[in-house]
């Protein structure tokens, strides 16, 4: 990464522009009655859907707020409640949409994807400073 202000800037605004373009699209498929895909192959196949999700999700806010939140424990809270409100937004949306309903189990599974993925960034953020104070 460029350590530059400019860079740092231009690496901020396209993290955070990232962001917003997979938000846009979880939105876009919860506004659509009947979802592009085919049919299950295992039960609860749409909680892993949702749990991948929203694990992208939360590594794409942890990428987006590291250019403003410094402190690991403060970054990991903020990243996972993003992901998780949002899931709680997706599910709220959806209960707007035809032949579409809110799900908290979804929400539970948008949850746990965020919240997984945080935990690695966070462990494994917190391995890499630990190596730099020792070396």
């Known amino acids: 990464m460029n350590g530059s202000p ?13 962001l917003a373009i997979y938000c846009g699209i979880i939105f876009y498929f919860s506004s659509l009655s009947t979802l592009p895909i085919s049919e299950r192959l295992f039960p609860f196949e749409d909680k ?9 999700l939360g590594w794409l806010a942890w990428r987006a ?16 409640l993003f992901t998780s409100m949002y899931g709680i937004s997706d ?5 707007f ?11 539970v599974a948008d949850s746990t994807g965020g919240l997984i993925t945080v935990l690695l960034l966070y462990y494994r953020a917190r391995r890499g400073s630990r190596r730099e104070q020792v070396s």
């Open 6 to 18: 400019a860079g740092t800037r231009l690496s901020a605004w396209r993290d955070t522009t990232i």
């Open 48 to 56: 892993l859907q949702h749990g991948s999700a929203y694990a992208i």
């Open 65 to 80: 707020l590291t250019h403003r939140i410094a402190r690991l424990p403060l970054l990991a809270t903020v990243a996972f």
């Open 91 to 95: 599910e709220w949306h959806q209960s």
């Open 97 to 107: 949409v035809p032949e579409r309903d809110p799900d908290i189990w979804d929400w």
